[in-house]
């Protein structure tokens, strides 16, 4: 079965450093999301992505976070100069689009530490 | 605009006992409807959705959610619950090609 991919599970930066998070979605899934969950709270929407562009974002993502799509296979979420507060559970998700788009895949999420 | 409420933080029940987790939505338009699980350190698993037709809707490791559309709930249940169905449990709504919106979460702690 298709499914989401996310690279590394866990990550450990210093704060002020720059992240990656990588995000393979499924193949032939035209709309792209990242979600955010700070230990112990609750999963909150980051940027939806759709044709090469920010489609909706959240009050969270501000100028510290951008996101790309490199090539035809994998989405990326950068911040650019972490903080502690940064430290959470990063989730990929993907939808196939279209009139029928009835489901987000989720990725098993990258693990976050701003140390 | 559309929103999910799930009352219940957490919800303690005892090994074999029935439980159900309430989900409540409000949205202006038809939305689908789902319940994710999330055991311990590990990512969002889909447990089922409804999307339409019969309301009762059968997931996976035996649990199943009622659609009441004049209540706008859709609570999920278990007859039985296992030391293995403690985890979080994140009822969500989707609309379109618009974002997942997620409740806050239940967590679901199974006594011995």
């Known amino acids: 079965e298709p499914e989401v991919t996310q690279t590394p599970s866990h990550q450990v930066t210093q704060m002020g450093q720059e992240v990656i998070l990588r995000c393979v979605p499924i193949s032939n899934h035209l709309y792209f999301y990242w979600y955010r969950q700070i230990l112990g709270q609750k999963v909150e929407f980051l940027v939806s992505?759709?044709?090469?562009?920010?489609?909706?974002k959240s009050e969270i993502f501000d100028d510290q976070f951008s996101v790309e799509r490199p090539d035809g296979s994998n989405f990326t979420l950068k911040i650019r100069s972490t903080k502690l507060e940064d430290s959470a559970m990063y989730f990929c998700?993907?939808?196939?689009?279209?009139?029928?788009?009835?489901?987000?895949?989720f990725g098993q999420g990258t693990r976050l530490t701003v140390v | 605009a559309q929103s999910v409420t799930q009352l219940d933080s957490q919800v303690p029940v005892f090994e074999e006992a029935p439980v159900e987790l309430r989900c409540n939505y409000s949205s202006s338009v038809s939305v689908y409807l789902f319940w994710y699980v999330q055991y311990p350190n590990q990512g969002l698993q889909l447990l089922l959705k409804?999307?339409?037709?019969?309301?009762l809707v059968k997931g996976i490791n035996g649990f199943e959610a009622e659609f009441n559309k004049s209540q706008t709930s859709f609570h999920l249940r278990k007859p039985s619950v296992h030391i293995s169905d403690t985890a979080e449990y994140f009822c969500a709504v989707l609309r379109g090609y618009q974002k997942v919106t997620f409740g806050t979460g239940t967590k679901l702690q199974v006594i011995p």
């Open positions: 409804y999307l339409s037709g019969s309301t």
């Open positions: 992505f759709y044709n090469n562009e920010i489609s909706e």
């Open positions: 998700a993907s939808s196939e689009g279209g009139a029928s788009d009835t489901e987000a895949f």
